[in-house]
C-alpha cells in the first residue's frame, strides 16, 4: 500500500471548518483514499472515501487533487465531539474486500471550546 | 449502515488462559473479516485476515498458533489468544466489509484485553 504523511497534531476551534491535509504523493492509479476517525477506546469509524472526485457525505467533504497526489478532509463545523485521531488511508479496492487496511499514526484533531 | 459487534468489550484474564474474542456482522454477510491489535499510543496493526470456510491469514510477525482465528460462518469470526501472556495486553479490533463499489470498512467496538 502507498504511505501516506499527515500532520501529528492539529487545533480547531468549535464551530469551524475543520480541514486535515493528507499527502500521497505514491499513489497507484487503483488505489482510493480512505478516511476514518477513532475516539479513544473505540474502534475506527468510516468517514469518506474516494478515488478521484471530490466526495461530500453528510459527515464531511473529501477533495482530492487533481494528480491524485494529495487530498484534504474538511468537516464543515466542527464540535467538541469531533475530537478524535484522523486516519488517511490509500489501499486498492478490492471486489471481494479481501485487503486489511494499513493504518499510520494519523492527526490528533483537537477541537477547542 | 453495516454494523459489526465486537464481544467482550472489556476481559482481565489470568496469565497462561486462553481468551476468546468474537466479531459479529449484523446486518451483512462477511467473507473476510480483518483482526487488528492497537497498543497504547500506537496504531492498528493488522494481525490476520479471516476467511470463511478457510485458513486464516496472518502478517509477518503474529504466531498462528497463538491467535487462533476460526470464521465458521458468514457472519461470525473469532480470535482466540491462547496461552495469554502479560504482553499480550492490548486493544484487538475486527473490521469487515460489505461488498460491493462503495463500501468502506466497518470497524468493531474493540475488546481490551488485560492479561494478569
Known amino acids: 500500500d502507498a504511505k501516506t504523511t499527515q500532520p501529528t497534531s492539529m487545533d480547531c476551534a468549535e464551530g469551524r471548518a475543520a480541514n486535515l491535509p493528507c499527502n500521497h504523493s505514491?499513489?497507484?492509479?487503483?488505489?482510493?483514499v480512505y478516511w476514518y476517525r477513532q475516539i479513544h477506546s473505540q474502534g475506527p469509524q468510516y468517514i469518506i472515501h474516494?478515488?478521484?472526485n471530490n466526495e461530500t457525505n453528510e459527515m464531511a467533504s473529501l477533495i482530492i487533487t487533481e494528480d491524485r497526489k494529495s487530498s484534504t478532509l474538511i468537516l464543515p463545523h466542527a464540535t467538541l465531539r469531533d475530537t478524535a485521531v484522523y486516519y488517511c488511508?490509500?489501499?486498492?479496492?478490492?471486489?471481494?474486500?479481501?485487503?486489511?487496511?494499513?493504518f499510520g499514526k494519523g492527526t490528533h484533531l483537537i477541537i477547542q471550546p | 449502515g453495516a454494523v459489526v459487534s465486537q464481544h467482550p468489550s472489556r476481559v482481565i484474564c489470568k496469565s497462561g488462559t486462553s481468551v476468546k474474542i468474537e466479531c459479529r456482522s449484523l446486518d451483512f454477510q462477511a467473507t473476510t473479516m480483518f483482526w487488528y491489535r492497537q497498543f497504547p499510543k500506537q496504531s492498528l496493526m493488522l494481525m490476520a485476515t479471516?476467511?470463511?470456510?478457510?485458513?486464516?491469514?496472518?502478517e509477518q510477525g503474529v504466531e498462528k498458533d497463538k491467535f487462533l482465528i476460526n470464521h465458521a460462518s458468514l457472519t461470525l469470526s473469532t480470535l482466540t489468544v491462547t496461552s495469554a501472556h502479560p504482553e499480550d495486553s492490548s486493544f484487538y479490533i475486527c473490521?469487515?466489509?460489505?461488498?460491493?463499489?462503495?463500501?468502506?470498512?466497518?470497524f468493531g467496538s474493540g475488546t481490551r484485553l488485560t492479561v494478569v
Open positions: 505514491t499513489i497507484s492509479g487503483n488505489e482510493y
Open positions: 479471516s476467511n470463511e470456510g478457510s485458513k486464516a491469514t496472518y
Open positions: 488511508i490509500v489501499s486498492p479496492y478490492s471486489g471481494g474486500g479481501a485487503d486489511g487496511l494499513t
Open positions: 474516494g478515488l478521484k
Open positions: 473490521s469487515a466489509r460489505e461488498g460491493g463499489l462503495g463500501a468502506g470498512y466497518t
